[in-house]
Every structure is written in C-alpha cells, then in structure tokens.
C-alpha cells in the first residue's frame, strides 16, 4: 500500500510540474510563422497543381493542430516511462529502416518512405531519430562509469550505431545519417565521454569514410561541385541555389513584404519545402530572418537549460538530445540555402511543409 502511494504520488507530481511558457510560446511563434510562410510559399503551386491555393496551408493547419494535441498529451506522460524500454527502441529503429528497404516505395532513386495508404505516407528515418535519443539516454545512463574510456565508453557506443546508418545508407538517406550520428555524438559527450575521442577518431576514420560516401555516388559528388561553384550548371544542377540566393538578397533589409514574393513562382522547386527560409528572406528580409533565427536560439537556450535543470541523468540526457535534434536540422537548412554547405534534403522545424517537420513539438 505505501509503495503503491509513493507512485501515486511521484506521477501526480509529474502531472504538477510548471509549465515552461518562455518555451511554450517561442513554439508557437516558430509554428505561427511557419503557417503563415507555408500559406505564402505554396501558394502558387498549389494553385497549378491542384487548382486551390490553399491546398497544402489546410493539410499544414491539420498536422500542427494534431501536433498541438499530440504536444499536450505528451506532456502529461513521465519521461521516466521511456527509460524502460530503451532497448526496444533500437530493435524498432532496426526493423523500420529494414521494413523502407523491403516494402519502400522508390522516389527518384531512394526508398525512404512506406505507404500504407495511397495517401499516407510515413518516414521511418524521421520516428528513427527519436528513437535513437530514447535508446542512447538509456544506455548512456546503464554505463555512465564506463563513458571516459576509449573502447568500453567512446567505441562500443558509437558501433551501436553502425546498423542504423549502415540502413540509412542504403535507402540512401545520407542527410538523416549525419543529424543521427550528431545528435548521439553531442549526447555522448554531455554523458561524459572524452571529446577528444571523436576529434582524433574523426580525423582518422570520420573524414576518410565521408569523402568515400561522397565519392562513391556521382550525384553527392556533383552536388559538392555544384556548392563550389553553382554558375557553372546554372540551369540545371545550380539552378535551385541560385534561385535561393537570388531570393534571399532580394528580400534586402526588410524585405519585398508578405506573400510578395517572385521566386515561389515556380522559379525555387518546392519552395514550400525544404527552401521556404529563401521565401522567408525575400519576403520579411534581414530582420524576418534574424527574427526567426533568434527564436530557434531561444528554443535551444530554453531546451539546454531544462537539460541541466533535469532531476536525473536520463531526463537530462533526452532533453539534449531533442535540442541537438532540432538545433542541427536549422543549422543544416539554413546553411544548404545559403549555399553554406552542399546541398542535401533537410526540413526546417516548424515551417518546411511535412508532417515531421511539425513532430518536433510533440516530444
């Protein structure tokens, strides 16, 4: 009986516990803005599409309300309920990433998305990130003495990942690798492992092995030309960076005004897509996009802060990993549509238009 109340007791605490508005809010502003660029972006093709310019906003609308809902009921869950079934979280990564390689259906080359229904589709690479944050906070707790060795604590836990991205590589999904092994490793490193471990380990193993994946498929290696010089295929290979940049310098200081844009015109493919924060630059300028950037830096100050806030290392370690996951992804888009960095297709949070682009708000 007594241990029965101790339990009743800790989960009624759970349910108590306060609100973080500053967080809270800065979602929903992310979320408002992404509606409104969505709206905006998609707009003209929507309208030859489908014949309604409101065709991709209404589905966008549902899936952040869905989010919204799925965000609160979430929280109510104690995140000490994850921890004990950390280790199936890494045979469901497993089995998902086999299953898009077994019944996925094959777009422009890769398989990364299984159909259940002609009009649902699901990214299992997408559940697999968080996934990979559940199991790691898990293991990294199981074997928080060991983390400060080199081969007990750096190496075993990062051949843990070694079949997930050997599976992600074979969709290929190359992007989702990248932001699965950063994520860990920055988990790793707040737990306690060495991070000279992953200096001297990626300097020897990490960059061999990136310049082989990059040079064994011709369409990577030609995107690193193309971010090196996109002129030189301007109308073809280059010409989605160079739309990009043409946008975000037009939109000058404050930019060409709301829903003003010329490059959604079906210049940037998809711009409601991965490119819609060149959308955002033409049409709310420097400060739009200074604005936006100053939220998401506000998202990870809050999710640092509840990290070292957590009353134990498992709720710590999760809440890191979520920050990592969403901190990573920005940096990414951002960075492709600045012609920053190669390209690679990478949502941005809270705005691009898919559905796990809103998900990150229901952890």
């Not at 082989?212 to 989605?240: N, S």
Request: include cysteine; proline fraction near 4%; hydrophobic fraction near 55%.
């Amino acid at each position: 009986m007594a241990k029965k109340k101790r339990k009743e007791k800790s989960f009624s605490s759970f349910l108590n516990n306060p609100i973080d508005f500053t967080l809270l809010i800065t979602i929903l502003l992310l979320l408002s803005i992404g509606l409104i660029m969505v709206l905006s972006a998609s707009s003209p093709s929507a309208l030859a599409e489908s014949g309604n310019s409101y065709s991709y906003f209404s589905k966008q609308l549902i899936f952040a309300i869905l989010g919204i809902i799925a965000m609160l009921m979430i929280s109510k869950i104690d995140y000490r309920f994850y921890q004990k079934f950390y280790k199936h979280a890494w045979w469901i990564s497993l089995i998902l990433l086999a299953l898009v390689l077994v019944i996925g259906k094959e777009v422009n080359g890769a398989k990364r998305w299984i159909y259940p229904t002609e009009t649902l589709s699901i990214q299992p690479s997408e559940i697999v990130k968080i996934l990979m944050i559940i199991f790691y906070a898990g293991i990294l707790v199981k074997n928080r003495d060991e983390l400060s060795k080199y081969s007990k604590g750096f190496l075993k836990h990062i051949c843990l990942l070694a079949p997930i991205i050997g599976l992600l590589l074979l969709e290929p999904h190359f992007s989702a690798s990248v932001v699965i092994v950063g994520i860990c490793a920055v988990m790793m490193i707040m737990a306690g492992c060495k991070f000279w471990h992953f200096l001297v380990t990626g300097l020897v193993a990490g960059i061999p092995a990136i310049a082989f994946l990059i040079i064994k498929e011709p369409y990577r290696l030609q995107r690193v030309i193309t971010f090196l010089d996109p002129w030189q295929d301007a109308t073809d290979t280059g010409w989605q960076v160079i739309q990009s940049l043409y946008a975000i310098g037009s939109g000058g200081l404050f930019g060409a005004g709301l829903g003003e844009s010329k490059q959604k015109f079906l210049y940037i493919p998809e711009p409601h897509n991965d490119f819609i924060f060149s959308i955002l630059g033409e049409e709310l300028g420097f400060i739009g996009c200074a604005v936006v950037l100053i939220l998401f830096a506000i998202f990870i100050w809050r999710g640092v802060l509840i990290a070292m806030r957590a009353p134990d290392m498992f709720g710590s370690l999760v809440a890191i990993g979520i920050t990592a996951l969403v901190a990573i992804q920005v940096i990414i888009n951002v960075a492709v549509v600045t012609s920053s960095m190669p390209a690679t297709g990478m949502p941005l949070p809270f705005f691009s238009y898919r559905w796990n682009s809103i998900i990150h708000i229901t952890v």
